[in-house]
């Protein structure tokens, strides 16, 4: 059976990128091991999204509710219908990429993929059946695996990963997180408003690394005030699951000084996340690879072997659903000869937490470093009316603008639904506007993303309402 294209993975930058190329006019298929959606849809970006919602109206519920004259009954959990409300949420995502592949056109082949040959992907199904298809071209979406800690032997049980983490079948009574990334502060807060204590064990000194240095000192004051500790500096040895409850070792990151012994319900194992291209038969093939077990690719995404090309996880570049499917969008334009384009400076990054986390762009570390001259505005939602209307006054909006030419840079929110309110930045940034064209374009009031404005006006020290 001959295609134009064919897909390995079928996460956000696989089935995209097979929807594009059959928009497009090729004649394309995906194979997928599992179920269709990848991480994202399965054990990933959905059900997280899915439990962070319900238990944040459990906690509305029980503490919220009362302030705005609303009297009901203490929440009671129901765990296993909360677990359900979850599930549907994967399945309806899930059922729905079937329908665009069928919608589309796209043959789907169930198995484990690996390319033989240029043009040729062998798919072993759950059978032990093998099929060899022939393509023009191959595009390997195969997305990442959790990142595992040498001596922890993950079960999913006790010991959990992210996937472990989304199915626990009770509340545990303490929950240690082993990394204060994204996956580790989202699922902890998850459990903590769940009724868990929760602490966090970080190897670097400051939770959510990489992001804007301000951003994460006052993410962390805010999640420290919502009952979550940090254990900064510092590493986990080892966990002793022979007891009744779990042992963990936790010694300084730098090896100076005493370890501690802290016990724990469930330890979960978020210290990021690996490529995933076992079994693809990229070695055999002659793939390029980096240190890092990425597929190598040029600015086009093709590998170091001609009719194969490579998008989202498994090469470099942040780990981010929205940026795998902009470049699966990218390689499918490509491959019948127009201008497909990423642009990697504006890629938004969302935390969800409650408060939310959001940013695009350059932090004022990023610039500093650069030797890039900037001017900062500042706009706390204590000073918007929605907000204190609201009582989501924590948090606040900072914008950064060339100094020489206004350019925003980078943009960077902490507060109440900031995943959304950083695609105004992203699309300012895509058309290289600046602060003054955020703060000449008139917003609705009252509504956060006055916010937004505010701190672009005060990047020319003009806010009005602080």
């Given amino acids: 059976m001959a295609y134009d294209l064919i897909v390995i993975g079928t996460g956000p930058g696989g089935y995209v990128c097979a929807i594009r190329a059959a928009q ?30 319900a238990s944040e109206l459990f906690e509305e519920a029980g503490h919220s509710f009362a ?27 899930v059922k729905g990429v079937d329908f665009l592949f069928k919608k589309n056109k796209i043959d789907a082949h169930n198995g484990f993929g690996r390319i033989v ?11 032990g059946k093998t099929t060899t298809l022939e393509t023009k071209s191959i595009v390997i979406a195969t997305g990442s695996d959790v990142a595992k800690l040498r001596g922890i032997e993950i079960d999913e049980k006790r010991i959990v990963s ?34 868990a204590k929760v602490t966090v064990v970080e190897f670097l000194d400051g939770i959510l690394p990489g992001m804007d240095g301000e951003v994460r000192k006052q993410s962390q004051r805010l999640l420290e005030k919502q009952g979550m500790t940090f254990k900064l500096s510092s590493k986990v040895t080892g966990v002793d699951s022979s007891g009744k409850t779990l042992k963990a070792t936790i010694e300084p990151a730098k090896g100076e000084g005493k370890a ?13 996340r690996v490529p995933y291209t076992d079994g693809l038969g990229l070695k055999e ?23 194969i090309w490579a998008i989202g996880d498994v090469i470099a570049g942040p780990m981010l659903a929205h940026k795998a499917e902009d470049e699966g969008v990218a390689v499918a334009e490509m491959l019948v000869g127009q201008a497909g384009h990423v642009n ?30 900037y001017n900062v505005g500042k706009f706390p939602f204590t000073a918007n009316g ?15 603008a060339d100094a020489a030419t206004d350019r925003v840079l980078g943009v960077h929110i902490v507060g109440s639904d900031a995943g959304n309110m950083i695609a105004e930045a992203a699309i300012v940034m895509e058309f290289g506007g600046a602060a003054e064209d955020i703060a000449r374009t008139c917003h609705a009031h009252p509504t956060l993303p006055e916010a937004v404005k505010e701190a672009a006006m005060a990047v020319a020290k003009r806010a009005i309402h602080m």
């Fill in 260 to 272: 501690e012994t802290v016990e724990a319900d469930v330890v979960l194992v978020s210290t990021g």
């Fill in 344 to 373: 990697y400076d504006v890629i938004p990054a969302v935390v969800y937490t409650m408060p939310e986390i959001a940013s695009v762009g350059k932090s004022e570390e990023d610039l500093k470093a650069a030797g890039v001259a």
């Fill in 117 to 127: 040959a240029p043009g040729k992907v062998e798919v072993k199904a759950a059978d």
């Fill in 285 to 307: 093939l002659g793939v390029k690879m980096d240190e890092r077990g990425r597929v190598v690719t040029d600015h086009y995404y093709a590998t170091s072997v001609p009719g």
């Fill in 386 to 400: 929605r907000a204190k209307a609201n009582q989501q006054t924590d948090g606040f909006v900072k914008v950064i």
């Fill in 24 to 53: 497009l006019g090729l004649k394309t298929a995906v194979v997928e091991k599992t179920s269709f959606g990848g991480t994202c849809l399965n054990i990933g970006c959905i059900p997280s999204k899915a439990l962070l919602h």
């Fill in 67 to 93: 302030k705005m004259g609303i009297g009901v009954p203490a929440p009671k959990l129901d765990l296993p219908t909360m677990l359900k409300f979850k599930q549907d949420a994967i399945d309806g995502n």
């Fill in 162 to 195: 992210s996937t472990g983490a989304l199915s626990l079948p009770e509340v545990p009574k303490h929950l240690l997180v082993i990394g204060a990334g994204v996956i580790g502060l989202e699922l902890g807060s998850v459990w903590r408003r769940l009724g």
